[in-house]
């Protein structure tokens, strides 16, 4: 079906910044494959793709379901050589953590963690066979500190953060690179716009659009860069945080977060 031919496989490709990557992987000449749950216009944006002159492949699957996770690394195993993995699926949302659903918090960890750790070490063997191969892992500027009321999703993208520093040195030496993106805030949709403007002047200080995002995430990736920060303020927002002590730092982004939630 696609041997002997160069794919980048992007999961929550069909929507939001999982989308605009893979239509900038498309402009670079890279045939794509879209990994989404199912009923998110997957095939919309494979069309997309194809207009920008690729071949795109699509798989459906519930990336907190393991089968499911196993038998499409093994599909894509089996039928494609794969060069670049971006590991863009991510669950978020802002609740007080003893209200909240049990079903939330294990989709966080399941979607944040585990399918990103499963799918690079199923697809890993097949990176390390090509001339040159990259991950790109999707973490967050929230993986700079504990968030109150992001308590499970902060501390999940900064295990994003730490595993992929961690597995670029480990393959150091062999063709598969690892970058990891902690995007600033991005209004990818009409729910996460809305947190974003609850949040204040903190939730508005590192925006940046999700368009600008992929192509500097793409063009850092190709460049071999460990780690990418979108955006020039975001650069400034970093340097700033570091200068915090934690326990203000922690206090002022967990009141961020807090607006979120609060009724109007």
């Known amino acids: 079906m696609g041997k002997n031919k160069k794919y980048a496989l992007i999961t929550g490709g069909s929507q939001g910044f999982g989308k605009l990557l893979a239509l900038e992987l498309s402009r670079y000449g890279f045939n794509v494959i879209l990994v ?43 039928n494609f050589d794969i060069n670049i993995l971006i590991n863009n699926a991510g669950a978020g949302g802002t609740q007080t953590f003893h209200k909240s659903d049990l079903t939330y918090i294990e989709n966080l960890i399941q979607i944040n963690v ?23 892992n999707v973490s967050s500027m929230a993986s700079f500190s504990p968030i109150g009321f992001k308590t499970v999703y902060s501390a999940t993208k900064r295990y994003i953060q730490h595993f992929s520093r961690a597995l670029c040195n480990e393959l150091a030496g062999t063709s598969v690179f690892v970058s990891v993106v902690l995007p600033g805030p991005m209004k990818t949709n009409a729910e ?18 999700p368009e600008k ?10 460049k071999k860069k460990p780690y990418i920060i979108t955006g020039k303020r975001n650069y400034i927002n970093k340097f700033l945080l570091s200068l915090v002590p934690p326990k203000i730092k922690m206090h002022l982004m967990t009141q961020a977060a807090k607006r979120e939630i609060e009724e109007v």
């Not at 974003?196 to 659009?209: N, R």
């Not at 995002?213 to 190709?222: C, F, G, H, T, W």
């Open 36 to 78: 989404a749950l199912p009923g998110e216009n997957i095939e919309e944006t494979a069309t997309e793709c194809r207009q920008l002159g690729v071949e795109a492949q699509t798989w459906e699957a519930d990336l907190t379901n393991r089968d499911e996770l196993l038998k499409m690394t093994a599909w894509a195993n089996k």
């Open 114 to 136: 585990m399918a990103t750790s499963i799918i690079t070490h199923q697809l890993l063997p097949n990176l390390l066979r090509q001339d040159e191969s990259y991950i790109l």
């Open 192 to 209: 996460i716009t809305g947190r974003i403007e609850k949040q204040g002047f903190l939730g508005k200080i590192g925006l940046v659009t």
């Open 213 to 222: 995002a992929a192509r500097v995430s793409i063009r850092k990736m190709l």
